[in-house]
T-cell receptor, first 115, second 115 residues
Framework: GDSVTQMEGPVTLSEEAFLTINCTYTATGYPSLFWYVQYPGEGLQLLLKATKADDKGSNKGFEATYRKETTSFHLEKGSVQVSDSAVYFCALTSDSGGGADGLTFGKGTHLIIQP | DAGVIQSPRHEVTEMGQEVTLRCKPISGHNSLFWYRQTMMRGLELLIYFNNNVPIDDSGMPEDRFSAKMPNASFSTLKIQPSEPRDSAVYFC?????????????FGPGTRLTVL
């Protein structure tokens, strides 16, 4: 079945550091890929997405590129802020042809940014 | 729009009791998903509906769990009888499209504690 693997952390960085959170996936067909963010005590919010190979999703300074050849969707940000501290989830959904499907999530990466 | 609404936000109950979690999706969305989040297992898809019809309930842990969607604006997840291992945060999410992989919008979650 489908699966997502991501570094679990916690990942601790200083403010203005460069961020990379690795994500690789296994899926049948041509999945859509997502990064969701969860702030303490809240639900998940979509951060960015990509629906086909070589697409780049971007939002709030974060970006990730859909790499089919390496089955990866790594999240990057050039300069992190304390407000970026949260748990980040990589996820995929496969187009089964039968309509919307549920998301398969990675375990989540807890990011801590220190001032 | 008010977003996905879940109730209650917190539920504490005793083992053996019936628990009902409620969800109101975003108006106009065609797909609804129930997820469970635990430290051990991360985020897991329990069941999802397209146009009020259950499509895949393979993630429902056992017969004690049931879900219904009587109309486009309401869904319930019921656990009867509840057990301590059901303690988790339960998220409801909705999506605007039942024909393509699309962004899912999450509610704030219900934190369930079974004593």
């Amino acid at each position: 079945g489908d699966s997502v693997t991501q570094m679990e952390g916690p990942v601790t960085l200083s403010e203005e550091a460069f961020l990379t959170i690795n994500c690789t996936y296994t899926a049948t067909g041509y999945p859509s890929l997502f990064w969701y963010v969860q702030y303490p005590g809240e639900g998940l919010q979509l951060l960015l997405k990509a629906t086909k190979a070589d697409d780049k999703g971007s939002n709030k300074g974060f970006e990730a590129t859909y790499r089919k050849e390496t089955t990866s969707f790594h999240l990057e940000k050039g300069s992190v802020q304390v407000s970026d501290s949260a748990v980040y989830f990589c996820a995929l959904t496969s187009d089964s042809g039968g309509g919307a499907d549920g998301l398969t999530f990675g375990k989540g990466t807890h990011l801590i940014i220190q001032p | 729009d008010a977003g996905v609404i879940q109730s209650p936000r917190h539920e504490v109950t005793e083992m053996g009791q019936e628990v009902t979690l409620r969800c109101k999706p975003i108006s106009g969305h065609n797909s609804l998903f129930w997820y469970r989040q635990t430290m051990m297992r991360g985020l897991e898809l329990l069941i999802y509906f397209n146009n009020n019809v259950p499509i895949d309930d393979s993630g429902m842990p056992e017969d004690r769990f049931s879900a219904k969607m009587p109309n486009a604006s309401f869904s319930t997840l019921k656990i009867q009888p509840s057990e301590p291992r059901d303690s988790a945060v339960y998220f409801c999410a909705s999506s605007p499209s039942s024909g393509l992989p699309d962004t899912q919008y999450f509610g704030p979650g219900t934190r369930l504690t079974v004593l």
